[in-house]
């Protein structure tokens, strides 16, 4: 089944740019979705279709998917970013939705 | 707008059945391409994906929980239940359902998720 890997923890101070990284073999023949989800609260859509912002979500919030490996970029990180971020595709070949392991961002 | 809530019981025992509802408004599950999903995530855990039902019955279930799980839904009651059987403490987790857009498509919509522990 199709794997995705995320580092567990990313840490960076406000006013500077996280990237949080989702890897999978060949994933830029997928469609990445992006979740923030923090303490005590459901999953919220930040990005979709490796690069796309749901209304609402700040244009700090953006995407990319090339090689191996999909991107979430958050610039000008806001202690109100600190939370867990999930990546997401569909694998075709199971017919399953895929999640990775999650990152907890820490604004420091 | 598009709303969705989990329901069912917090507590269940080793080896009982669970069963949760999720209800939702602001789409019909009669429409072309509607679909809803089951998601859990175990406390402090990773999001794990367990079910999702098309608006044609069509029905994909998690390969690992397959033989464990059934999804169904009432088009009339804005409703889709999801089943699963032999419960163990290792299910204990909050479950969330959620609207994709389409069969393929992000998690759009996700209701706040109902928390389910499993003990004797």
């Known amino acids: 089944s199709y794997v995705l890997t995320q580092p567990p923890s990313v840490s960076v101070a406000p006013g500077q740019t996280a990237r949080i990284t989702c890897g999978g073999n060949n994933i830029r023949s997928k469609t990445v979705h992006w979740y923030q989800q923090k303490p005590g609260q459901a999953p919220v859509l930040v990005v979709y279709d490796d690069s796309d912002r749901p209304s609402g979500i700040p244009e700090r919030f953006s995407g990319s998917n090339s090689g191996n490996t999909a991107t979430l970029t958050i610039s000008r990180v806001e202690a109100g970013d600190e939370a867990d971020y999930y990546c997401h595709v569909w694998d075709s070949s199971s017919d399953h939705v895929v999640f990775g392991g999650g990152t907890k961002l820490t604004v420091l | 707008q598009v709303t969705l809530r989990e329901s069912g019981p917090a507590l269940v025992k080793p080896t009982q059945t669970l069963t949760l509802t999720c209800t939702f408004s602001g789409f019909s599950l009669s429409t072309s391409g509607m679909c809803v999903s089951w998601i859990r995530q175990p406390p402090g855990k990773a999001l794990e994906w367990l079910a999702r039902?098309?608006?044609?019955?069509?029905?994909y279930y998690s390969t690992s929980l397959k033989t464990r799980l059934t999804i169904s839904k009432d088009t009339s009651k804005n409703q889709v239940v999801l089943t699963v059987t032999n419960m163990d403490p290792v299910d204990t987790a909050t479950y969330y359902c959620a609207r994709p857009r389409g069969r393929f498509g992000e998690l759009h919509d996700w209701g706040q998720g109902t928390l389910v522990t499993v003990s004797s």
């Open positions: 039902i098309d608006w044609d019955d069509d029905k």
